[in-house]
């Protein structure tokens, strides 16, 4: 029971940090926005920061348990390579750059945990996902595979930055498109091909 409070609590603190984001609010303000006691909260947190950590552990679990679900409904690598890279672009969009900031300077301990979440998860979850596609026939079998992933790992980054590709004149699937869809067009089989198109045609 204890440990479900918490968890909601911790789900709660994410909406509240995307809504305000991490330094809008002083401690006893986020104590009051949470809407739990100040025995409570320092009953689970030892402060701020402790919360702000504990929030990222939580939230980088969650997307490893969906990523599980979204690879029990996708049964080639490159539906699962595209699935994938749509929930991650998904998921850094729900943050805005700022709070990113806020989280790498004045949390630093969060900050490291989410880049080796990137690092030691996520690089290596999708070198894994075009190893398969290239085992499969579905990707290119002459790609340089570490390359491919760093370069993609990146264009994620890059079509998530909003002075590059501002959300009033670009929406999402047309930045996908653009960038991600094609350069994977270009890395596919004939067989990967029918797959990667018939995904975004969805878009």
């Known amino acids: 029971m204890l440990q479900t409070f ?22 006893s303000e986020l104590i009051e926005a949470l809407h739990v006691a ?48 749509a929930h991650g672009f998904n998921e850094i969009n729900k943050v805005t750059g700022s709070t990113l900031l806020e989280i790498q300077h004045l949390h630093p301990k969060a900050w490291t945990m989410m880049q080796d979440h990137l690092k030691n998860y996520g690089f290596l979850m999708l070198r894994d996902l075009i190893q398969e596609g290239v085992l499969h026939q579905q ?26 590709f ?22 596919c089989t004939d067989s990967g091909l029918r797959l990667v198109s018939q995904h975004f045609a969805k878009l």
């Open 38 to 85: 100040p025995a409570t909260f320092y009953g689970m947190f030892r402060d701020k920061n402790d919360l702000v950590v504990q929030a990222m552990a939580y939230d980088l679990e969650r997307q490893k348990q969906e990523h599980q679900e979204l690879f029990a409904n996708f049964s080639t690598p490159v539906e699962r390579l595209l699935a994938v890279y």
């Open 139 to 164: 990707l290119r079998h002459d790609i340089d595979i570490e390359l491919v992933t760093k370069i993609l790992m990146q264009m994620l980054n890059m079509a998530l930055d909003h002075e590059l």
């Open 166 to 187: 501002p959300p009033d004149q670009y929406t999402r699937a047309e930045v996908m498109r653009s960038g991600f869809f094609y350069y994977i067009r270009g890395l």
């Open 6 to 27: 918490k968890s909601n609590l911790l789900k709660e603190a994410q909406l509240v940090f995307a809504r305000y984001g991490v330094t809008r609010l002083s401690e």
